[in-house]
Nanobody, 124 residues
Framework: QVQLVESGGGLVQPGGSLRLSCAASGRTFIIYRMGWFRRAPGKEREFVAALRWSGGSFIYADSVKDRFTISRDNAKNTMYLQMNSLKPEDTAVYYC?????????????????WGQGTQVTVSS
């Protein structure tokens, strides 16, 4: 099993920045890909960004491309999401997820393990 814990959410003004972290523990050696998803109030969970745990293969949703950057530190078993130029429509609960097998990556059903989520609110 893999355990995931997100942190770094909070309240930020439009145009501001936040960095989310996702700490992985347990059988992390089985992870192939990790990603970020978000769920806004009244909406479905949507894909934000993903990467291959061994490096590379970055994928971004069009809505966050050029504003968000996904990265990881394997030594710390931690994934990050640097969010810049935040907009009110970025308000959501952000979840990190891990996938065991190659392929996939932009669909929630592709992932095997999930964190509990961290709230991000963009408001003046």
């Amino acid at each position: 099993q893999v355990q995931l814990v997100e942190s770094g959410g909070g309240l930020v003004q439009p145009g501001g920045s936040l960095r989310l972290s996702c700490a992985a523990s347990g059988r992390t050696f089985i992870i192939y890909r990790m990603g970020w998803f978000r769920r806004a109030p009244g909406k479905e969970r949507e894909f934000v960004a993903a990467l291959r745990w061994s490096g590379g293969s970055f994928i971004y949703a069009d809505s966050v491309k050029d504003r968000f950057t996904i990265s990881r530190d394997n030594a710390k078993n931690t994934m990050y999401l640097q969010m810049n130029s935040l907009k009110p429509e970025d308000t959501a609960v952000y979840y990190c997820a891990a996938r065991r097998f190659a392929g996939g990556g932009v669909v929630a059903g592709d992932y095997d393990y999930w964190g509990q989520g961290t709230q991000v609110t963009v408001s003046s």
